[in-house]
């Protein structure tokens, strides 16, 4: 198949128009190489026609988004960027939840935007069940959300390789997962406080039913995105915070640049992002 650079633009740009990420020129043969799959498994013949397919043929998007479940970099791990998770749960959590108490309100809402397979959100909803003392005086809603609906298939399973939790603490380990033959099965205590949701960063109509949270965990996610993007995703975090609350976002990833509403707060050798 050929794929000339006018037609990897034009994929790209539809790419970028619906969910904000950005595919550089480079990328040509990441994306050639997924684009075959998909023309193969409708036996499309050339790239022409399925450019037409998605534009006219695809009302509900769903070709579209098996495009996009194929399109997406979905690397995670539980308990990943530790010392990070360990400013959360050591200073942050404990910012919050002084203030929460103050306020008499037992709520405690996380938004993890880009969830992937669900480590991360799983690895949240330990923190908090290990920090939260009594656990049974707080109410805990963990909202997890991603584009690729593969991933939140098997995010919603909670079943994992030796991989995916090389990095859990043993005693964790024991205490939150369930280990049978090779698998590690994330356990119903656990499960039952995070609800995995489908939802387009870009998509603010989809956002403006989410609700108000204390923290947003958005991590190697806008690395993907340029900067105008960058730009509108962060706004709406910032929309959906509480004040008082914090935005974490992966090691490479900044939003200084980009805006200047948040305050700065670095604890531990982190950096955090917080809403007046
Ligand atoms: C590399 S994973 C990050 C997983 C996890 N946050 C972590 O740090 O381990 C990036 C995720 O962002 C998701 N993503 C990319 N663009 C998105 C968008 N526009 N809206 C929602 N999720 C998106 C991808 O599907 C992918 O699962």
Redesign the pocket.
Known sequence: MNLSMKNFMTFRNLVYD????NFESKKIYFVKKRLISRMEALEIATVEDYLRYLKFRDPKRTEFQEL??LL??????MF??FDQLAVFAEDCLEEVCEKKKKLGNNQIRIW??????G??AYTLAIILMEMLEPLSDWNIKITA????TK?LSMAQKGEYSSRAVKDVPDEYLEQYLRITGGSFAVKSIVKKHITFTH?????TNQLKSAGLFDFV?????L???DEA?RKE?VSQFYEHLDPGGFVFL?HSESIGRISSSFTLRKMGGMIMYQKN
């Open positions: 619906r969910c904000g990420i996009l479940n997406t970099t979905n690397e995670t791990y990943r960027e993890c935007a880009g969830c992937s397979t480590e991360e959300t991603d584009i690729d991933v939802l387009n960063l870009m998509d965990f958005c991590r190697n996610v690395i993907y995105f993007s995703v992966g």
